[in-house]
């Protein structure tokens, strides 16, 4: 099965975004208890979830009963958001072939193919929100409203 690679900051901001969307309560989440639930350490976590709180997709609140939970309604985020906040890049004009960069001016033999594929993630990633994200939220016990 073909499969996709994002940098770690991306796949861990995907997989704590995605775990957030399936909460099934009001209660802010702690960055402990999202840490364990997603198996991403916590220090790196807090960095993620700044870059998050940073572009609007996550709430952070301090103190006794303070957590993350998403800034707007899963329905209004896009996975594109998510890549874009976590500094996900997109290199249009990378060339898979091995010449550096192409073009439609300058094609390498994979140029086309490789367009229509980069459209079509891209078109996906726009189209997909949090509210497509399908599952059981993971928790750790009794740790939801743990300080952040």
Request: glycine share 8%; net charge neutral.
């Amino acid at each position: 099965m073909l499969s996709l690679k994002f940098n770690r900051t991306t796949e861990y901001a995907l997989r704590a975004m995605a775990n957030l969307a399936l909460q099934r309560h009001d209660r802010p989440m702690t960055a402990k208890a999202l840490s364990k639930a997603t198996d991403i350490p916590q220090h790196y976590l807090s960095k993620i979830m700044k870059k998050l709180v940073e572009a609007g997709l996550v709430m952070s609140q301090k103190g006794h009963g303070g957590g993350f939970s998403l800034g707007k309604p899963n329905n209004e985020i896009p996975f594109l958001d998510i890549l874009v906040a976590s500094g996900y890049e997109s290199h249009p004009n990378r060339c898979v072939y091995g010449w550096g960069e192409c073009n439609n001016e300058a094609p390498c033999p994979l140029h086309d193919s490789w367009v229509e594929l980069n459209d079509a993630f891209k078109e996906w990633a726009m189209k997909k929100t949090l509210m497509d994200v399908r599952g059981h939220p993971v928790q750790a016990p009794g740790d939801a409203t743990e300080g952040v």
